[in-house]
């Protein structure tokens, strides 16, 4: 596609929920970022893609996120049983090479927890 | 531990005035990377330095980088209201982390 595409842009949850958040890179690119920003705040890594694998899961802040990706392509980042503290806009961005390369983002799926 | 600190947090600034943004890393990289946010928006990339010594500009905007002293720096010249945004710098490590600094929320007024 043209650029990166994320999906929903906007989602609000009650607490307890589990909620998955879709990231459609530009085609062709074999490296795909999760990012979390909170209000205000700087961008915090969570995973990092290269292909399907995950090679940096560092980031993720606990056993109730997870992300996968398939077939190189979209990725999907999953929270479970969703806490007010996960209310966060969370960007996906894309890299032709990976982190040598120049990052695209998404404009973000911005999650709300009630 | 990664850690990449910019300053100042907040620039207020006068139209046609000059000022520099600093980041600073704490581990040894060869690509640094600023990127553009502007309110509710995502990022946009504004320039990508990957040896040291690089020097990039682009209209007002110039981003250099100083892999012995672990230091980029954005400079802006001639400030103009449009460049009103938070600028984000952010450092590759080892592993293709990418480490985004604070951000410097930059205001131009008249």
């Known amino acids: 596609g043209a650029g990166v595409s994320q999906s929903p842009s906007n989602k609000v949850t009650e607490k307890g929920k589990d909620v998955e958040l879709r990231c459609d890179p530009i085609s062709g690119h074999t490296a795909l970022y999760w990012y979390r920003q909170s209000l205000g705040q700087g961008l915090e890594f969570l995973i990092y893609f290269q292909g399907n694998s995950a090679p940096d899961k560092s980031g993720l802040p606990s056993d109730r996120f997870s992300a996968e990706r398939t077939g190189g392509s979209v990725s999907t980042l999953t929270i479970q049983r969703t806490q007010q503290e996960d209310s966060a806009v969370y960007l996906c961005?894309?890299?032709?090479?990976?982190?040598?390369?120049?990052?695209?983002f998404g404009e973000g799926s911005r999650l709300t927890v009630l | 531990e990664l850690k990449v600190e910019q300053n100042p947090l907040f620039l207020s600034m006068q139209e046609g005035k000059n000022y520099t943004i600093y980041c600073n890393y704490s581990t040894t990289s060869d690509r640094l990377y600023w990127y553009r946010q502007d309110p509710g928006k995502s990022l946009e990339s504004l320039f990508v330095l990957l040896s040291n010594g690089a020097v990039k500009q682009e209209g007002r905007l110039m981003a250099s980088l100083d892999t012995k002293a672990r230091l980029s720096t954005l400079h802006i010249t001639a400030a103009v209201h449009d460049l009103s945004a938070t600028y984000f710098c952010?450092?590759?490590?080892?592993?293709?982390?990418?480490?985004f600094g604070t951000g410097t929320r930059l205001q131009v007024f008249p």
């Open positions: 952010a450092v590759g490590f080892n592993t293709d982390k990418l480490i």
């Open positions: 961005a894309s890299s032709l090479t990976g982190m040598a390369g120049e990052l695209f």
